[in-house]
């Protein structure tokens, strides 16, 4: 079985901010769409910073998206295995991570939850999975032990 990457479990649809975003609107994207962060990227699509509700919540007067973001942006590669995206979160202590194609480019977003979503896999999954590693080693083991 192959090794589960970035773009298996990112979310490809993202809200972003831009630079010039103002406060009020940044809020109103946070609290209506139910989303505790987003990237701020420039006018090509690169990430330039995370804003999220901790950072509007710092009293530091910051009117804009570029004066509220944690810059440089922590991001990950699409192509970066699924553990990678995990011990950056972790070592950063953050819970979103911009996903970056080849280019450098944002094309997702990958978050604490869809990192624990991998684990929830269908049942054909499952089976594909276990057959070959599980079953097969059983067997192998019941013919060494006669």
Known sequence: MSELVVRDVMTPAVLVATPDCRYEQIVDV???????????????????GVVSEADVMRPHGGATARELMTSPAVTV???APVARAAE????????RLPVTGATGRLVGIVT?????????????????????EV????????????
Do not use: K, N, W
């Open 30 to 48: 946070l609290t209506g769409c139910g989303v505790s962060g987003m990237p701020v990227v420039d006018g090509t699509d690169h990430v330039l």
């Open 77 to 79: 590669d699409a192509a």
């Open 88 to 95: 950056l979160m972790e070592r950063h202590r953050i819970r």
């Open 112 to 132: 604490r939850r869809d990192l624990l979503c991998r684990a929830a896999r269908t049942d054909a999954t499952l089976r594909r999975a276990l057959v070959p």
């Open 135 to 146: 079953v097969v080693q059983h067997y192998r083991s019941a013919d060494i032990d006669q």
